[in-house]
């Protein structure tokens, strides 16, 4: 009997580690919630720099809470930076300085790990600042996006870089699902969404030496086409490559009986994790899934389970 059940303990544990190591993904309709496709989307897993969603938001969230223009307000990389591994494609080096903006572009469109760091530890201080407290200004931030995440239900996912870059042991993890609620919330912040849209963006170090400039390039190759306008991508070997995209197609405009008109926002949420060809895959599932919109729509948008067909991404912020 106890051969029996441990035969069955390590079957289970092979299929959950096979679907770790396979593709997961969502495709789901922002506005409205509904979900038109999955795969392991509740799995937990490495979401790389997919983590950088939540620095964007938290960072944009805090700009708009205390009235800070990104533009106007420098940031000091600190000296943890040189404890970050990854590239570090504009050479900064502990004591440079760079406006929060800027940093924001790095971090978001060339998933500058040293950027996304440099963020957290200026936003993270002047949190502790207005709470009258001291301390480490990254571990603040970080615990700002375990926070967010708790609030718009990502039930499945614990943060513990602002970059995504973890250590081996106690990373960070997510779901499809819960990346997918994340970028739903992060793409209803018109700071964000203008940020994840540029093709490309020139930035400025000031440094011992003196300025330095840099064409930060977006690394998601989808932007530029129709409708697409973000989110993210991301990859380590433990998370593989990952992405999320959004993509908006024109509302759709009906009459009501009472003469007015009725707006219904359009946009698909497409979340892909570990897979090789994350791009072709991505708008392999926007086809399929404004395919599914569209005939979801033809037949009166039903609902039959609301808990399994909607995604539910409140709005506390």
């Excluded at 201080?125 to 009258?132: N, T, V």
């Excluded at 926070?147 to 602002?162: D, Q, S, Y």
């Excluded at 064409?215 to 433990?238: D, R, S, Y």
């Excluded at 009986?257 to 926002?265: F, N, Q, R, S, Y």
Aim: proline share 6%.
């Amino acid at each position: 009997m106890k051969r029996a059940f441990l035969v069955l303990v390590a079957v289970l544990f092979a299929a959950v580690s096979h679907a770790q190591e396979g593709e997961a993904f969502m495709v789901v309709e922002a506005h409205s919630g509904k979900v038109f496709s999955a795969a392991n989307s509740v799995v937990k897993r490495p979401i790389a720099s997919l983590t950088k969603i939540a620095t964007g938001v938290i960072t944009v969230d805090w700009a708009d809470a205390t009235g800070t223009d990104l533009s106007k307000v420098e940031a000091v990389v600190p000296p943890s930076v040189q404890a970050v591994g990854g590239p570090n494609p504009m050479s900064l080096q502990p004591g440079d300085r760079i406006s929060l903006r800027d940093a924001l572009y790095a971090a978001l469109l060339g998933s500058d790990n040293l950027a996304a760091l440099t963020v957290a530890n200026h936003v993270g201080q002047e949190m502790l600042r207005a709470r009258g407290k001291t301390g480490d200004g990254v571990a603040a931030f970080v615990t700002e996006m375990n926070e967010l995440g708790k609030a718009i239900n990502l039930t499945k996912t614990r943060f513990v870089t602002p970059h995504g870059l973890d250590p081996a042991k106690g990373g960070g993890f997510s779901t499809a699902a819960d990346v997918a609620k994340l970028s739903i919330y992060a793409m209803r912040k018109p700071g964000f969404t203008f940020i994840t849209r540029q093709k490309d963006r020139q930035v400025t170090v000031q440094g011992a030496a003196g300025p330095r400039s840099f064409n930060v390039k977006n690394t998601n190759e989808m932007i530029g086409e129709p409708g697409i306008l973000g989110v993210k991508t991301g990859t380590t070997n433990a998370a593989g490559p990952c992405l999320s995209v959004a993509s908006d197609r024109d509302p759709l405009v009906r009459e009501k009986p009472d003469g007015e008109k009725a707006v219904t926002p359009r946009r698909l949420i497409v979340v892909v994790l570990n897979n090789p060809d994350r791009f072709n895959r991505a708008r392999g599932l926007l086809r399929q899934g404004w395919d599914s919109y569209d005939r979801w729509v033809a037949a009166g948008a039903p609902i039959q389970d609301r808990e399994k067909e909607i995604l539910n991404v409140p709005n506390p912020r």
